[in-house]
Antibody, heavy 116, light 107 residues
């Protein structure tokens, strides 16, 4: 059974940092293209970051809205991906999902609230 | 960036109806189009990939089609469990973009 589980969400003040983790199982993680997608009532579903497998030298891509502030990474030995979020803004408030195998598999999501 | 224009935003329908949701791509995306279903409090579920291919476990009353830059999701005979939000996604090129969603509700 495919499973993805996001952790690390919570309430954080503007300008602060937070790191999300997505632990996976049930599929071949090492060759999977992994993404972070977020959802808010204001913006709907928004793709924010992708990391490709080792064969691509772990190439990454970002949405303009998070480029320079967020960093996606992966640890194949733990079948996990991460999202380091720095300089958080109120508009980053959303439910964050990790997706695997392109966009075929989704976690249950984790809430991030940026507020003073 | 590729824009995905989804319509309608809301679709009241009766059980047994045939319903269609459409996304129009602002640029060529080939068949790099996915459809997702999302129920309240749940994460999106892949329904259709490659514009026309049914994902594993999805009932056969769901189908996807393409006509030029217009992509459609059709439910042939609506069941109560189909009431949900539906989104399209273009995965042709980054930044990958979603449609704004369609809320399918009981008339």
């Amino acid at each position: 059974e495919v499973q993805l589980m996001e952790t690390g969400g919570g309430l954080v003040q503007p300008g602060k940092s937070l790191k999300l983790t997505c632990a996976t199982s049930g599929f071949t993680f090492s060759t999977a293209w992994m993404n972070w997608v977020r959802q808010s009532p204001e913006k709907g579903l928004e793709w924010i970051a992708r990391i490709k497998p080792k064969s691509t030298n772990y190439a990454t891509e970002y949405a303009e809205s998070v480029k320079g502030r967020f960093t996606i990474s992966r640890d194949d030995s733990k079948s996990s991906i991460y999202l380091q979020m720095n300089s958080l803004k109120e508009e980053d408030t959303a439910t964050y999902y990790c997706t695997g195998n392109y966009f075929d598999y989704w976690g249950q999501g984790v809430m991030v609230t940026v507020s003073s | 960036d590729i824009q995905m224009t989804q319509s309608p935003s809301s679709l009241p329908a009766s059980l047994g109806d045939r319903v269609t949701i459409t996304c129009r791509a602002s640029q060529d995306i080939g068949n790099y189009l996915r459809w997702f279903q999302q129920k309240p409090g749940k994460s999106p579920r892949l329904m259709i990939y490659g514009a026309t291919n049914l994902a594993a476990g999805v009932p056969s009353r769901f189908s996807g089609s393409r006509s030029g830059s217009d992509y459609s999701l059709t439910i042939s005979s609506l069941e109560s469990e189909d009431m949900a939000d539906y989104y399209c996604l273009q995965s042709k090129e980054s930044p990958f973009t979603f449609g704004s969603g369609t809320k399918l509700e009981i008339k």
